[in-house]
């Protein structure tokens, strides 16, 4: 833990270091060649052709009431990576996770861990675009907003159970007047349905992965064309996936906030898995409210004790967010402090607070409820979270969160603690991105 704690410092000086130099390297970028600074580390080759350094870090401070047996300090995320443009019609982008690891003899090691995003794009016309590789499939406004960009520190639940996440895929996408479009092909149903429970096959034949899936999803201003105000900045989008889920339990499943305990065991499925979503975001000056509806349905084909098929099983999950920045800044997706903390100011500082809600059912709900994941009625639970945030952001690189979160769980014999339905729980956490 020292060691990878080592490496969030190395990142938060590398962050705060060149907060000097930045207004000249900003009126110098587009005739700089060699290495510079916008925003990030760069090597610049001529225009449109440059390799960028990125980096991110989340550190937190935790605290748990009752306590669950999480650890108080917590590297959230720590991630390295190149990004650049190949000419004006090529962009490609390489991310890594930093972790902690074992070796043999059982002691911990700085390790690279998971590939985040692997992908490049062809990017010739606004109208038509495409990328490949490995990214965020198109489905859930908070899922598909990077982790240091979220208004609270951890996402919603749905956008982290019932949202696919990463996957292999080609996507194309592109703008037409008000509205933008994502359709892509992806090998999987994404990393947050990924699943290594047992699947029936027989001697000699291989496991079954779930997918492949496609994915859609179209957002516009639609109401940029009314007399209607400030509502024209909102943005709505609808989206929608669909795949094939093997024989096993392989459903998705519910984890709560800290994903210390299953409050929704998997059951039992096979057939068509299909999601679809709602979004909203609107944001009129320093003001943000954001919202989302998302449903999962699972097909359980021949899924009973006598082989027949049992109704579908069914998860629904939604948020309502608000948030203030206090100090008069724009919301939008890079926010700049009007008086920086490292220019004798105090920052950026946003109120944020949030409802969101996951459960999960079968679409029957005639005669009795059961939990065995056979059952044609099983017995439903969800969890209802309020999270309340202060968001300081004292640079471009730089932002401190306090996050307080309550948790409400449906059936208290499903919960991190049995026989306790209600929990709290907050962080402090550092951010750090170049």
Known sequence: MKRVAVIASILCVIAVLPAAAQEKQDKKKDDSRGFV????????????????LKGRALVEWRRFDPDIGE???????ARIGLKGDLSKHFSWEVEREITEKKNQDGVKKVAFGDWKDVAIEWKTFDQFSIKGGRFKVPFGLEQTTGISDLDFAYRALGSTQIAPGRDRGVMAFGE?????????????????AESNEPQFVQQGQDLKDVGPSVAVRVTGDVFRALPVGKLKSANIGVAYTTSNVPEGLNSLRAESVWGTEKFFERVYVKGRRQRIGAQLDWTPGPV?????????????????NRNAD?????????????SWFVTGE?????????HPFLKGGVGAIELAVRYDELGF???SKTGTAFTNPRAEHLVPNSDGVWTFGVNWTTSKWTRVQLNAIHEDFEDAT???DSGLTSFWSGLVRLNVVF
């Open 330 to 338: 724009d919301k939008d997706n890079n926010i700049k402090p009007k």
């Open 310 to 322: 049992l109704s579908d099983f069914i998860g629904t999950a939604w948020y309502v967010t608000g």
């Open 288 to 304: 943000g409210v954001k919202a989302e509806w998302m449903q999962s349905r699972e097909q359980r084909n021949e899924q009973s």
């Open 176 to 192: 037409l007047g008000h509205f933008t479009y994502e359709a892509g092909v992806f090998d999987d149903d994404g990393d947050n």
């Open 71 to 77: 650890d108080i300090f917590h590297l959230r995320t």
């Open 37 to 52: 600074w916008n925003d990030r580390p760069s090597i610049v080759f001529g225009k449109h052709w440059n390799v960028d």
């Open 414 to 416: 499903r919960t991190p």
């Open 361 to 363: 059912a079968s679409a």
